[in-house]
């Protein structure tokens, strides 16, 4: 039984002042954002005029909702407009009939935003950048990253609040327990540091998880994005990990009403995002080399990749190929080659697609 998300995504411009921030705070000054609200949500059967197009839809539910606060001074919508409180009030506007809202973020800047899980609790997250070099000593003779090389690794830190954390400054309470692990591991060589001296992904974010929970009782997840396609994740229990790639691929609603637009013949750039989930080796400290990712799945890739989706959906006996179809294809196939594929994310444009899970072990963060 696959879990099956809509997932959608839509910017605003706005300014606003945060005056319960300290005076000398810099959100208490009047200032400005490119704002982007994100949600993922489980839609009824039937809820799309047009079955196979409930990513449009969605997105559209999104944007009439954020127009709202676009190039307005967000404080003459609502009292406090933190990003917390932005997201509260969207949630609080999106039409409910039909539409299980799962989740609903705000991002401020592309370092700072919140999400509302499905229960309601607020997530805070912060993104940190440092540049540092490594080696993975255990890897077969020849592979790449057995020499030294390096990144520049991006951390994505999660957090709740709770009665050391609260809401109000949380991103700040998240940036004091980073700053001295910046200092730790910018410009360093990850193996010269107690605990990764086999510096994957996977034991570097649960190293992050070790230096950081007694700081943050809050935190809720560590995410190292190790290049722009790939990391993994840990939240205190389990590892994640993903390899994104990019399929430049055709198609036409094959249902759709012929003077739909989405009928028409067009094209995307998709965002695939594979995402797995185990133990670690005992050897290689990883769930699976993403490069054995990448070459395992290949078949597939070149199935969807430069094709014809529609025609594919047709072979392959799917109801369309709109992104819930083919995520949910591509997650079967491709639990064939790679058993620990657990989720398959499809985003058509950015933040707009679907995802769907084997076994749903909860959304990690958007
Ligand atoms: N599960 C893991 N697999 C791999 C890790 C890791 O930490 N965990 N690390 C590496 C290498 O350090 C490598 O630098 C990054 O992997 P790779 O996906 O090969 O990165 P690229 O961006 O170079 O991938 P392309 O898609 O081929 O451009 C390897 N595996």
Redesign the pocket.
């Known amino acids: 039984m696959l879990s099956l998300y809509h997932c959608a995504q839509a910017g605003f411009e706005a300014a606003r002042q945060l005056q319960r921030r300290a005076p000398q705070h810099p959100q208490a000054r009047l200032h400005g954002h490119s704002f982007e609200a994100r949600l993922r949500a489980r839609v009824e059967p039937g809820w799309a005029a047009v079955a196979g197009t409930e990513v449009e839809q969605l997105q559209q539910h999104l944007a009439d909702v954020t127009a709202a606060l676009d190039h307005r001074l967000l404080n003459d919508c609502l009292p406090e407009p933190d990003d917390t409180a932005l997201a509260r009030w969207l949630q609080q506007r999106l039409p409910s009939a039909g539409l299980q809202l799962v989740q609903i973020g705000v991002q401020s800047t592309p370092r700072s935003g919140c999400e509302l899980d499905a229960t309601g609790h607020a997530h805070t997250w912060r993104r940190y950048r440092f540049e540092a070099a490594?080696q993975?000593p255990r890897?077969p003779a020849g592979?790449?990253?057995g020499r030294m090389?390096g990144?520049g690794f991006e951390v994505l830190l999660h957090a709740r609040p709770d009665g050391l954390f609260d809401e109000l400054g949380a991103a700040d309470r998240l940036d004091h327990a980073w700053a001295p692990l910046q200092q730790r591991l910018h410009r360093h060589c990850l193996n010269d540091i107690a605990g990764l001296e086999n510096?994957?992904?996977?034991?570097?974010s649960a190293w992050l998880w070790q230096q950081l929970v007694a700081a943050l009782p809050g935190l809720s997840r560590v995410t190292v994005f190790?290049?722009?396609?790939?990391g993994?994740s840990f939240d205190g229990q389990r590892y994640r990990?993903w390899?994104d790639?990019t399929l430049d691929s055709a198609r036409r609603l094959r249902h759709a009403p012929p003077d739909h637009p989405l009928a028409a013949l067009y094209g995307h750039t998709y965002t695939l995002r594979l995402g797995l989930g185990g133990a670690l080796d005992a050897v290689?400290g990883?769930?699976?080399?993403?490069?054995?990712?990448?070459r395992l799945f290949d078949p597939l890739f070149k199935a969807l990749d430069h094709q014809p989706l529609h025609e594919l959906a047709a072979t392959a006996g799917l109801p369309d190929c709109d992104c819930a179809s083919l995520a949910g294809w591509i997650l079967q196939q491709g639990r064939r080659e790679l058993a620990a594929l657990e989720r398959v994310d499809l985003y058509q444009t950015p933040g707009c697609g679907a995802l769907v899970m084997a076994a749903d072990p909860g959304l990690s963060p958007i």
Request: hydrophobic share 40%; glycine share 4%.
């Open positions: 490594h993975l890897v592979h790449k990253c090389h990144h510096p994957t992904s996977e034991v570097l190790e290049t722009a396609s790939c993994a990990i390899k790639l290689q990883w769930v699976l080399d993403f490069g054995d990712v990448k």
